[in-house]
């Protein structure tokens, strides 16, 4: 997240479409986990809505937060996805 824990809900939605399937599945996934035990109760979700304060009618989401504290650790995880895989040669260079 190049806007340390802020992004405009378009550019998302340029790439994906639209945006309630990754919405849902966030939304889902820290109750989820509470309920597996992998996080405690009142585990906050990573990221929230902001919604357009001057049409409170219009419930489209105008951009997505994430707390400061969560941006360097998903920017570790995010690192680590884009990494390609270890090979064995990898492994042995380092030793």
């Keep these: 997240m190049d806007g340390d824990g802020h992004i405009d809900a378009d550019q998302p939605r340029a790439v994906l479409g639209k945006l309630n399937g990754p919405t849902v599945a966030l939304s889902r996934a820290v109750p989820r986990g509470v309920k597996a035990g992998w996080w405690p109760e009142g585990t906050p979700a990573p990221i929230n809505p902001v919604s357009d304060p001057d049409n409170p009618s219009w419930h489209q ?19 680590r996805i884009a990494l390609p895989p270890a090979t064995a040669d990898d492994d042995e260079q380092q030793l």
């Design 61 to 79: 989401n105008i951009a997505y937060r994430m707390d400061a504290g969560n941006v360097p650790v998903f920017r570790e995880a995010l690192a």
